[in-house]
């Protein structure tokens, strides 16, 4: 499965989250803070009751009958209306126990053309923010020409089955402690022990609904809500994930799709193992090339006399000898969160400047820098919150994946990657983030695009998530993929310059769809 990749011995992936950036936008925001949603929900069908967590169904009795589906809008501020959409729990019982979406639209405003449904990655993360910031995330070519639709997907955000393991207050303990790099047995029980402990907490927390928040499920979803709309096409735009989620839905419901753009995608047909290599080398690679520039550049904070490569592998060093004192009340900052702070800040070279500060701060003792940047991946807030990105991405990446290896199947397939990233990843043992979670009941489909029409995928040239390579091969993998290739140091490539845009808005809007391989200086 294209999205098994290896962070962590605890949640041993890496978030495939879209960095909508520019050199005229400010980067596309994360999550906004809804403190109040609109109770009315809306279905012809009046729903059993709402799955709770450790629900048991009985088996369908009688032959399943489809759901009638609605949303009842309520309109908020500006072009911005939100409601509620009523789906089975299961697809296979759609009369047995149901949970609801939280869906967004933000309405065209010129010459319609129809609905686009957009997601914003993860998985696991809460995509209805596009919709109500629809002019942040996307230019006017698109709003205004289209009702922008976005949705919390099942087990995010404020939707139905929404994953909520740990507490604020136990991040920290699950994600900034235990050695990436083991040293004994008992060093690397503890590794196992983190992730069995949060496997059961989300099992004991979301119970059945957990193997229901797969991505199958999620494009089930997408057609429900387009029949609520009353529409017989609908077009889509996903970022990083959302590539993945709309390649499966072209794949399940081709006929419906009008256009689909899928920029910052992985490979879809690469296994747990060759997926973790793929990123690792993406990011391996984006961080050379920072350290290179660091090198040629004296201005760089982290220049050391033209040596950052020597430098950064010192402080790699060091930080797994002795790690740095963290802040009063905070995890020390070990080489497992050095990683993870430089992950977060080679999404995009915007973050590249911070960076230089933080490696530099970090070798004169202080790695309060690398800290931050490891709370940024995580999202956490300035009051010290989470939301629940994480937890949902694990659980939803399990549910996507039918692998479920034991510990020492784990450690065999860590030596096929032990040495392909030796720099950013100097992991010594597996990720066990998958083997205590339930089976996977409704795996990932193969992705193909059969009958779907042109899909264009986009790849950019120092993409580390999403790497170019990997692009490639989702475009190969779809009937008629097109890929468009964008020059740039980040994550996605939309907005990063006018020949881009402009491939994509004729695409959405006339369906004049690109050749394949065109390249976007």
């Not at 799955?51 to 489809?66: C, H, K, L, N, W």
């Not at 404020?158 to 909520?164: K, L, M």
């Not at 961080?287 to 220049?303: G, M």
Request: proline share 6%; net charge negative.
């Amino acid at each position: 499965m294209a999205m098994r990749r290896v962070l962590s011995a605890v949640i041993g992936s890496t978030l495939l989250v879209a960095a909508c950036t520019s050199s005229d936008a400010a980067p596309a925001p994360k999550t906004r803070e809804i403190t109040s949603i609109p109770t009315t929900t809306s279905t012809t069908v009046a729903p059993p009751t709402t799955a709770q967590a450790g629900d048991t169904i009985p088996p369908s009795t009688s032959p399943p009958e489809p759901l009638d589906y609605e949303i009842v809008w309520e309109e908020t501020a500006g072009r911005v209306d939100t409601g509620r959409l009523t789906v089975p729990l299961d697809y296979t019982d759609p009369q047995g126990d149901t949970i609801d979406l939280f869906v967004a639209r933000h309405r065209a405003d010129g010459d319609r053309v129809g609905i686009l449904m957009v997601n914003n990655g993860g998985p696991g993360s809460p995509a209805s923010t596009m919709a109500l910031n629809a002019t942040s995330w996307f230019q006017s070519e698109l709003t205004s020409r289209f009702d922008v639709i976005a949705w919390d997907p099942r087990g995010t955000g404020v939707s139905g089955g929404a994953v909520d393991c740990i507490d604020d207050d136990e991040y920290d303990h699950f994600y900034a402690t235990g050695d990436i790099t083991p040293d004994d047995v008992d060093e690397k029980n503890e590794l196992v022990d983190l992730a069995e402990e949060f496997a059961q907490r989300c099992i004991d927390r979301v119970g059945r609904p957990l193997q229901y928040i797969g991505t199958n499920n999620s494009a089930r979803d997408m057609d429900a809500i387009r029949q609520a709309l009353g529409e017989e096409q609908a077009s889509y735009f996903g970022f990083s994930y959302g590539s993945e989620l709309g390649a499966v839905w072209a794949t399940m419901y081709p006929t419906t799709v009008r256009a689909a753009v899928l920029d910052g995608a992985s490979d879809p047909n690469a296994d747990s193992i060759e997926a973790t290599r793929q990123q690792w080398v993406g990011f391996e690679a984006a961080l050379n090339t920072f350290l290179a520039e660091c090198s040629d550049d004296s201005s760089c904070a982290f220049h050391n006399d033209g040596d950052a490569e020597g430098a950064f592998d010192e402080l790699f060093v060091s930080l797994d000898e002795a790690p740095l004192a963290g802040p009063e009340g905070r995890a020390d900052v070990s080489l497992g969160v050095a990683v993870t702070g430089v992950v977060r800040a080679m999404y995009s070279d915007q973050f590249w400047p911070t960076l230089e500060r933080s490696l530099d701060d970090a070798a004169n003792g202080d790695g309060n820098g690398l800290l931050a940047l490891q709370d940024a991946y995580y999202q956490r807030r300035s009051d010290g919150s989470y939301g629940n990105l994480l937890e949902s991405f694990q659980a939803i990446s399990c549910a996507d994946d039918p692998e479920r290896p034991t510990v020492e199947q784990a450690d065999a397939n860590a030596e096929l990657l032990i040495g392909a990233a030796p720099r950013l990843f100097p992991y010594t043992t597996g990720s066990y983030s998958c083997s205590f979670f339930p089976e996977a009941i409704d795996p990932r489909i193969d992705i193909t695009g059969i009958a779907a029409g042109p899909i264009v995928v986009v790849g950019t040239t120092g993409d580390p998530s999403t790497p170019l390579d990997s692009s490639r091969k989702m475009a190969a993998a779809l009937e008629d993929g097109r890929l468009v290739v964008v020059e740039a140091n980040q994550h996605t490539g939309y907005r990063v310059n006018g020949c881009i845009d402009d491939a994509i808005h004729d695409y959405l809007v006339q369906l004049e769809a690109p050749e394949n391989e065109t390249v976007c200086g």
